[in-house]
């Protein structure tokens, strides 16, 4: 019941992802169909030729499609932010089942009635034509279902990458701990997946035996299918093109809440509009969009920016770490405005009863406790320069095993449920206080300040100075960013509506 009230007070939005992944996976899979079949076609017929082809289809399969993403971002024309980069992955997944199956059914071919085609005089395209293709069309179809189940799967990972789809509630959810918001996602993609794999296997046994005509046919369904998709999509997606700002943010909870709040007051306070791109990824993705224009404003934290995206040497001093920050990103094109008014440091966070039965009040006093104990970071910390490499060093700490890596959205959890001792969070987290845990002071004081503070690419703040006034009025304490995080993280409430809440106080 949970779900379907979620569904019915999200219906518009469900609406439109579930059309966007419906659009990513016919694309991709129409543009996989129309180069796999001629590959297949050719590795069948000139196996020297063909071979190489199969053995690169091969290795892009076993890569994982994160990973995948991870590569192409970077890449000129077809990497970068949303449906371009998504579409070029799942055509490279959809390759090989549709490659193989055309190949096996080519040479299923009985030879016997290549040869009497041969006999009545037909050419080696006719052949093709009216007697292979249409005996090898079962295969052919057999791995387009395969291809196109494997697209929707994929396709919930393109929401990390700002595609859009079914994927955002999935990695929503997961950020939020939100089983419901989790399901609002898969299960659609699930019914998606058995509904395509159906489909196409009626397709198939209508088909069998219906001669050549059937592959045009089939492509001609896909045409439809692409075409009725961009037409739904257009008639629900708010029109973003022209002078939109594009906002990002990271994915965790408070990252997605400043999303939100600085979309909403750059909507509240300019004319202009807004395109989100929530729920990107870590650090490095959102310090690349910005950088190839993909977006044009995130909340960064200066410490972050400082020693990770920069490398800048260890320093403590608030003011001289936002200036030289400012400095850095200004090389770039980048402007780094006033800060948002809050720190959110990472936390050291034991539970509450092992703190006050073991006495540990920093984190020197925990340094002697954790040979015995596990420990649990997440995946940007264990390899940040100001993450836990130098923080092992700095305090002497020396755990059980190596750190477990794990989400942030679960970490907290982790420690609660005691499946590890000992992890790195949020000092704004709401779920802190929720859980009853107890963040150590850093008492030897290693980590730099965390200044929340807007970063936006100066073209466009030059464009639209009423952007900068926008942001400028944006203020936010640590009380105020705890609550907005316990509202989504321990009350599973939306952050959209959170956000609202608190910029109409």
Known sequence: MTLLRFWSSHASELRALFLQHVLLVAVSTFIAVAAGVPIGILAAKRPRVGSPIVWLANIAQTIPSLAMFGFLLPLPLIGGLGARVAIVVLILYALLPIIRTTAAGIRSVDPVLVEAGTALGMTPRQLLREVELPLALPSLVAGIRVAAVIGVGTATIAAAVGAGGLGEYIFRGLSMVDSTVILAGAVPSALLALTIDGLLHGVEATLRGAGSRALGAM??????????????????????????????????????????????????????????????????????????????????????????????????????????????????????????????????????????????????????????????????????????????????????????????????????????????GDATSGLIDAYGLVMLEDDRHYFPPYDAVPVARAAVLLAHPELREALGSLRITVADMRRMNLAVDAEHRDAADVAREFLRR
């Open 219 to 424: 492509t001609a369904a896909i045409v439809i299918l692409i075409l009725g998709a961009g037409i739904l999509i257009a008639s629900v997606r708010p029109d973003v093109a022209g002078d939109a700002i594009r906002v990002g943010s990271k994915n965790f909870t408070e990252q997605i809440l400043l999303g939100e709040l600085v979309a909403q007051t750059i909507e509240a306070r300019t004319a202009l509009r807004v395109e989100r791109r929530l729920n990107l990824g870590g650090t490095f993705i959102c310090d690349r969009a910005l950088r190839a224009g993909d977006i044009d404003v995130y909340i960064e934290y200066s410490g972050t920016a400082h020693s990770a995206i920069f490398h800048a040497p260890p320093e403590t001093d608030p003011a001289r770490v936002l200036d030289s920050v400012r400095t850095r990103y200004a090389d770039a094109g980048i402007t780094v405005l006033e800060s948002l008014g809050f720190e959110n440091t990472f936390a050291m966070l034991v539970r509450g009863d092992d703190a006050r039965r073991l006495g540990l009040r920093t984190i020197s006093d925990v340094a002697a406790k954790t040979n015995g104990w596990r420990a649990a970071f997440g995946y940007e910390f264990l390899q940040r320069q100001d993450g836990y490499p130098g923080l092992a060093s700095a305090y002497g700490l020396r755990f059980a095993a190596p750190p477990t890596a794990m989400d942030l959205s679960l970490i907290y959890r982790a420690l609660a449920n005691r499946q590890v001792d000992f992890i790195a």
